[in-house]
Structures are given as structure tokens and as C-alpha cells.
């Protein structure tokens, strides 16, 4: 053989190799994705993150094997539908209400009472409340817009609805503006269809600051964490704060018993974690509790420059911080507005021994991932669930569904966000539904 025969075969030998290589490496990455059905809904408003902001609690909700959702339309109009679950075919209405979506605060919290009706509350920044009730049980067409109890509702931000174990829904939004607002709280009574006034200032900023918190309900009771910011700056968030209600929201402890003396002020909250100002400490993210009442709170702030997830917890009477590595490149929050953020806050699950993150980083190509690790091992994995992007999404999943059956169904949307406030020129992207077939698990031994 001469040798440039000889260099041409080593050469088609050299691509062959490559070429089994990418092959492979190929496989790998796609068996190594979760297995999801996915079900397109409708064309959805994409032109920032109004659709997909973690704090609308819920996006995406469960009641006797029928699931529901909501979202804005390309024009504005809210829009709802529903399905039995896992099937591919949705019920869509349009309703006759719409929302300022140039604004991302402005999102839709939905929940269903155990009689049925769906409960819709939406486009809010500092306004006026927007409220109504389904007009019979499991249908999609609304009544007339209302009043709750006609207190403390002229200046609205980030309400959300969650479901008790006694079948009474909860109603929480701030009341006043950004660095100096209080926390309201009410409650529905289903036999009555009745709105009660259950805390008026339930957690007190003193006309100085803002608590911005996320909630959780589980068999013992109700959860709340939240971080103080002292102006409109997000880079004045600070401290990592708890509370718990065993009696649907009326009393109020800390970890340790004790009651507080109400309202929960700067001076009287327990701090699950303390975290200075000008730590790129993030706002509005997510808790859960284990099957033993023991809550466990997802953020991010600085480590070394980097901001990472974190998991603050509470074991045995004490508080742990859980550290992770997934995000490599710094960056810092500062000033006002719906941000631009290379990633988004996490939303937070556990199921026994397992914990999971969900959420997205660009440096994934702005995918939905999860990230997962056994609690007694502490060493994470990441998978992708998402094969394409999602731009500046951030998590929402059917929290009822997941109590009932560990079943993980995850509203998606590929939205743009301009950092401030800025609207991006996109074309409407499709509200889909993504459905988790089986979770990953780390082995205890």
C-alpha cells in the first residue's frame, strides 16, 4: 500500500471513529433525559416572562382527575382550559377579561375549592383586586368580577391562592408598594362562599420595608418563609425568615414553639438563614415540607461571587443550608423591575429520601432542568427535561396533583423578558404542558 492511500484510509478511519463517537455521545444524552409527554394548549403572550413568573401560585392545578390551567393570549385576554388528566385534548375559553401584560407582576393565580369552583384572581401591580368565581362547579365560564371582603384591597401585588386540609382556600397578597408593604391573608369557607378577613398585617415591613415570601401547606399546617427588602432594590433583600400556623392561619410560631406576637416584624422574626445585603439574595422562590413537618426552603444568593441554589432546612430542631454547584458564571441583582436573570428561581420538591430543584440557567441553554440528590448522600444531578429552550421561564407545577400522587406536571411556556420592566418583539410562543412520566432516583446504599 503506498502512503497516500495509506493516509487517505487512515483518515475515513479517523471519521468513522469521530462519527461513532457523536453517535454515542448523542445516545447518552438523550437516553439520559426524562421521559415527558408533552400537550400543546394555545398560542400564548411572549413577549416577557407575565405567563411564567414562580410566584403565581398556581399556574396549573388538580381536582378529582381534572386539571386546569390559565394564561394570557397573544391580544391580552385571559384565557382558560382544562382537561381529564393525562389526556391530549383541552378545553380552552376565552373570557371576556384581560390583563396589562406589558407589566410581568401582573400574572393569573387560580385554585379550585373542594366543591368544584374555580377560583381566579389576576393583573395586579399596586392595583386594585381582580377577582371572580366560576359560575358552577367545574366549568370555565366566570361570574363578575368582585370584592373579597372590600378591605385592604385598593393596592394589590402578588396574590395567590392555596388549598387547606380543612377545604378552605387561602388568599395572600401584599398590600402597599414595593419596600413598604404588609402581608394580607384571607380565607374562604366554602359552605358559606364566603371571604373572611383572617390577617390584616400579618407580617408588618413598618412602613420601612417589604416581606416577599412564598408559602406552603402541608398535613400539620401552614408554612411561610420570606426575605426582607428594605427599598424598591432588589439588592436589599436580606435574611431568610420563617413562621408556621397550626390552626389555618389565625396563630402563628416560630420553629421552636414559641408564639409570635403579632404583627411579625424586622425585630421578631426567626431567621432560618442570615444573608446580608448586596448578596444577589433573590426574592419570591419556593418551600416544601417532608412527610414529618419539616420544612425546606430554595433559593440563591452569593457564594464566592457566583450566585447558587441553596436549600435552607430544618432537621432535629435545627437549620442546615444544603449548597449546590450548577451555575459557573457571576453576576449580581440590583435595581427594579421584573430582572433579566441567567437564571431562574427554583421551585423546590422532596419525596422521602429524594430532593429535587426545577429550574432553568442559560448556561443549559435555558432549559427546564432538575436537579436531584439523596439526602443522606448530598451529591446532585442534573437532567434536562426540556429539549428546547425556554427563554426566561421559571418554574410552575401542579401542586395538588403532586400531593396526591407524586405526579409531576410542569406549566411551560419559551418566553422572552427586557430587564426593567422592557417588552422583547417575539412571536407568540404555545402554553404546553409537560408531564414527568417517572422521577430519578438516587440509590440509598
Keep these: 500500500m503506498n502512503v497516500r492511500l495509506g493516509n487517505q484510509l487512515n483518515k475515513q478511519i479517523s ?19 426524562l421521559k415527558t409527554n408533552t400537550t400543546e394548549i394555545g398560542l400564548g403572550w411572549s413577549n416577557n416572562s407575565v405567563n411564567t413568573v ?36 383541552w378545553d380552552v375559553v376565552i373570557t371576556p377579561y384581560s390583563g396589562n401584560v406589558k407589566d ?22 399596586d392595583t386594585r383586586l381582580r377577582y371572580a368565581r366560576s ?16 378591605k385592604d384591597e385598593a393596592k394589590v401585588t402578588y396574590p395567590e391562592f392555596h388549598n387547606l386540609p380543612n377545604g378552605k382556600l387561602l388568599f395572600c397578597y ?26 390584616n398585617n400579618l407580617i408588618d415591613g413598618e412602613n420601612q420595608r417589604s416581606a416577599y415570601w412564598q408559602i406552603c401547606v402541608g398535613e400539620k399546617g401552614i408554612y411561610i418563609s420570606w426575605v426582607w427588602r428594605e427599598s424598591w432594590d432588589v439588592s436589599t433583600n436580606h435574611d431568610i425568615c420563617y413562621a408556621f400556623s397550626a390552626d389555618g392561619g389565625k396563630t402563628w410560631q416560630k420553629s421552636t414553639g414559641e408564639k409570635y406576637n403579632l404583627p411579625i416584624t424586622k425585630s421578631t422574626a426567626e431567621h432560618a438563614w442570615d444573608v446580608p445585603q448586596n448578596s444577589s439574595l433573590i426574592n419570591q422562590t419556593s418551600m416544601t415540607v417532608d412527610a414529618e413537618g419539616n420544612p425546606y426552603i430554595a433559593s440563591y444568593w452569593n457564594n464566592d461571587g457566583v450566585p447558587q441554589y441553596k436549600v435552607v432546612y430544618l432537621l432535629d430542631g435545627k437549620w442546615n443550608l444544603l449548597n449546590t454547584n450548577f451555575h459557573q458564571k457571576p453576576f449580581t441583582l440590583g435595581g427594579g423591575g421584573t430582572k433579566r436573570i441567567p437564571i431562574s428561581r427554583p421551585e423546590i420538591l422532596v419525596n422521602k429520601s429524594m430532593l429535587y430543584l426545577l429550574f432553568r440557567d442559560e448556561e443549559r441553554d435555558n432549559k427546564i432542568t432538575l436537579g436531584y440528590t439523596n439526602l443522606e448522600k448530598k451529591q446532585w444531578e442534573l437532567e434536562d427535561i426540556s429539549r428546547f429552550t425556554v427563554g426566561q421561564w421559571e418554574p410552575n407545577f401542579d401542586k395538588e396533583l403532586w400531593k396526591k400522587k407524586k405526579q409531576l406536571h410542569i406549566f411551560s411556556q419559551n418566553v422572552s423578558q ?28
Design 15 to 33: 471519521i468513522v471513529k469521530n462519527l461513532f463517537l457523536i453517535v454515542t455521545f448523542f445516545s447518552a444524552t438523550v437516553n439520559a433525559q
Design 104 to 125: 410581568a407582576h401582573n400574572d393569573i393565580s387560580i385554585a379550585i375549592d373542594i366543591e368544584g369552583y374555580l377560583h381566579v384572581s389576576w393583573d395586579h401591580h
Design 174 to 199: 401584599r398590600s402597599g408598594a414595593s419596600g413598604r408593604g404588609n402581608m394580607i391573608m384571607k380565607s374562604y369557607d366554602v359552605k358559606t362562599q364566603q371571604w373572611t378577613e383572617l390577617q
Design 54 to 89: 414562580v410566584f403565581r401560585n398556581s399556574a396549573l392545578t388538580s381536582f378529582k382527575e381534572i386539571q386546569y390551567t390559565a394564561y394570557y393570549n397573544p391580544e391580552g385576554k385571559m384565557v382558560l382550559a382544562k382537561r381529564k388528566l393525562n389526556a391530549k385534548k
Design 418 to 445: 427586557a430587564d426593567g420592566e422592557g417588552l422583547a418583539k417575539v412571536a407568540p410562543q404555545p402554553v404546553q404542558i409537560i408531564a414527568v412520566k417517572k422521577l430519578p432516583l438516587i440509590a440509598t446504599n
Design 135 to 150: 359560575k358552577s362547579p367545574f366549568s370555565l365560564e366566570l361570574g363578575e368580577e368582585q370584592s373579597m371582603t372590600g
